[in-house]
């Protein structure tokens, strides 16, 4: 008889919720999470360093990120113990009333998840940019939506940041990314302030972050919650009792094939994860057969895209600072029907960064110093890439997209996940954020550069996939009712972005939050469970 109640496959922003919640009501939780448990000292920095997680050969590579190229479009997910929040932007705002206006089950609208979004609030904590921290793109954001009559459009975002009240925005690259100041969070985590190092995507190690592992996944282990790193999931079949997992434990470049059996599983490996090890468990395996046909369904890219502008009189330092901290919403579709909501973008300056790593950890005189510093002198001794804004942003895109199984034609006995994309309903929105990308720029004397990926090809690259596994009144619509379990097996349960149904044309990290909160009450409180001792 297994020890454990649950099993929760993924450490995301599904993942985590689930995890904190069912710890904390008393059930023996494991999680399996394929990624890393990461240290502040471990995040990527050098070009040797674990970047990349290759889910071909991921004993090989478990690395911080995970890229996958699909035709014509392009998904980059986190991966290790934390999910995406190790390597997301911060941006934890709601979404609109109106995204909930149709595609949900009847169940779910903004207002019965409304108490659900405040009870994820209360745990990330997030926090506006300080005034006395505002960055040039900040103000570059505010004078455009001034010059484009769009200033009532426009507000700071929520970020999962802590800022020090007392800080101010560097005028040059800070020389260290270590927190200056520390303090213990509410809950009972160490963390620092935000340094504006810029390194948001890459890990703070700072640890001003408020990633899920500084609360969430803190307060599951305090409940004696297991957390199982490197634990890569890869089918899941019925038996009499509950469900068996099946998983591969990652190690000295090895894989171990293992199982674990529980009651009740609840599956978070996000859109793609979550999706994929349902389609290997229907079609490869066959060990839950009677998945609905809508398995792979509308997925969506979310219509993220980011289009740089250049400014020759202007230093806006997209390397220094929070990665995002406003917006101009324009997602009520005034501008001839596309709804978006405009970002600023950033980017980590990883040059600076490998030097800087360099000269403090290994070789600060080294030949191979040397020869980088003299590489980065022309930038600047600033940021390389001073005068760029990466405008960014999300549409309502078409939310029509399909994942399946399909044959990997580079090994033809082997199949993987693939995408069925078709850009034509997702252009409209789209082509309205880059319209909006150029109007923002020639009201500021920038000139944009949309990329030739998109001008050519009509390609993209998303950060926020959604879709897959979608909630829905029935089975014919979707994979999960309106509290993400199955339809057809009891007690197996998705909670994470590939249930969220359409677009949601914003950042959705704190609905996939707000979704979990309120599937794992409705579990809880409706639980016959018997605890194991
Ligand atoms: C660069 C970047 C910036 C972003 N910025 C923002 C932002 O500012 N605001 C925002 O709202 N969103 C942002 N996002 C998107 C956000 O990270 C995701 O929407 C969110 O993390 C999705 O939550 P999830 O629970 O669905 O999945 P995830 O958070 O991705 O969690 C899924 C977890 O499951 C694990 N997993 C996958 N497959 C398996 C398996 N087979 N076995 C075991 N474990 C598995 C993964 O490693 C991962 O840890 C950003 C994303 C990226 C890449």
Redesign the pocket.
């Known amino acids: 008889m297994s020890k454990f109640d649950v099993i929760i ?7 985590s919720v689930h995890a904190c919640r069912l710890a904390e009501a008393g059930y023996k939780v494991v999680v ?4 890393r448990r990461w240290a502040p000292e471990d995040y990527p920095r050098n070009p040797d360093d674990a970047w990349l997680f290759d889910v071909d050969e991921p004993e090989h590579q478990n690395g911080w ?1 995970d890229f996958r190229y699909f035709k014509d479009m392009s998904v ?5 113990v934390g ?3 190790l ?6 705002i709601d979404a609109k009333p109106k995204a909930f206006e149709k595609g949900w089950p009847n169940a779910i609208t903004y207002k019965t998840l409304k108490p659900f979004y405040e009870r994820a609030f209360y745990m990330i904590a997030p926090e506006t940019l300080p005034d006395n921290q505002l960055t040039p793109r900040y103000k570059l954001m505010k004078e455009a939506a001034e010059k484009t009559n769009a200033i009532d459009r426009f507000s700071k975002v929520d970020l999962a940041i802590s800022f020090d009240k007392d800080g101010r925005f560097p005028k040059e690259r800070p020389a260290s990314e270590e927190a200056q100041k520390t303090f213990i969070n509410k809950h009972g985590q160490k963390q620092g302030y935000c340094v504006h190092a810029g390194n948001c ?1 890459i890990g703070c190690k700072a640890q001003a972050k408020n990633t899920l592992d500084l609360n969430y996944l803190a307060i599951a282990e305090k409940h004696g919650a297991e957390i199982r790193p490197l ?3 890869s089918h899941i079949s019925k038996t009499t009792e509950g469900y068996t997992v099946f ?1 591969h434990k990652l190690a000295n470049g090895t894989k171990t094939k293992l199982a674990l059996e529980a009651k009740k599983i609840i599956i ?4 793609l ?1 979550s999706t994929e ?1 349902l389609l290997r468990s229907r079609d490869e395996f066959k060990t839950l057969p009677k998945i609905s046909k809508s398995l792979g369904q509308k997925w969506s890219s979310n219509g993220d895209f980011l289009t740089p502008a250049f400014y020759e009189e202007r230093e806006l330092s997209p390397s220094i600072g929070p990665t ?1 901290s406003a917006a101009i919403d324009y997602l009520d579709g005034s501008d001839g029907g596309a709804e978006y909501f405009v970002e600023d973008g950033g980017f980590p300056d990883v040059l600076s960064n490998l030097i800087r790593s360099r000269q403090k950890h290994k070789h600060p005189f080294s030949w191979k110093t040397k020869i980088l510093k003299k590489i980065a002198r022309p930038f600047s001794d600033g940021d390389p890439l001073e005068g760029m804004m990466p405008w960014f942003g999300q549409a309502m895109d078409g939310g029509d997209g399909r994942l399946y199984y399909g044959r990997n034609w580079l090994k033809p006995w082997q199949k993987k996940l693939k995408l069925k994309w078709d850009v034509s309903k997702s252009k409209l929105g789209i082509e309205g954020l880059i319209r909006a990308h150029k109007r923002l720029s020639k009201h500021t004397g920038g000139k944009v550069v949309v990329p030739f990926t998109w001008t050519l090809f009509k390609d993209l690259i998303t ?2 996939p959604l879709g897959g596994c979608c909630m829905a009144d029935d089975a014919n619509d979707g994979v999960v009712n309106s509290e993400g379990e199955v339809f057809g097996y009891s007690n197996l349960y998705v909670s ?3 249930i969220i149904p359409r677009p949601i044309g914003l ?4 609905t ?1 939050a707000a979704i979990a909160e309120r599937n794992v009450e409705i579990i809880i409180n409706k639980d016959d469970i018997t605890f194991s001792v």
Request: hydrophobic share 30%; charged share 10%.
């Open positions: 496959i993924g450490s995301g922003f599904g993942g399996l999470e394929r990624g990120l980059i997910q986190g991966a290790g999910g995406g929040s390597i997301y932007a911060n941006v934890s995507d634990s890569i999931a998983y978070c490996a996000g859109s994860g090890l995002i950060p926020h994470d972005g590939s950042n959705p990290s704190k996939i």
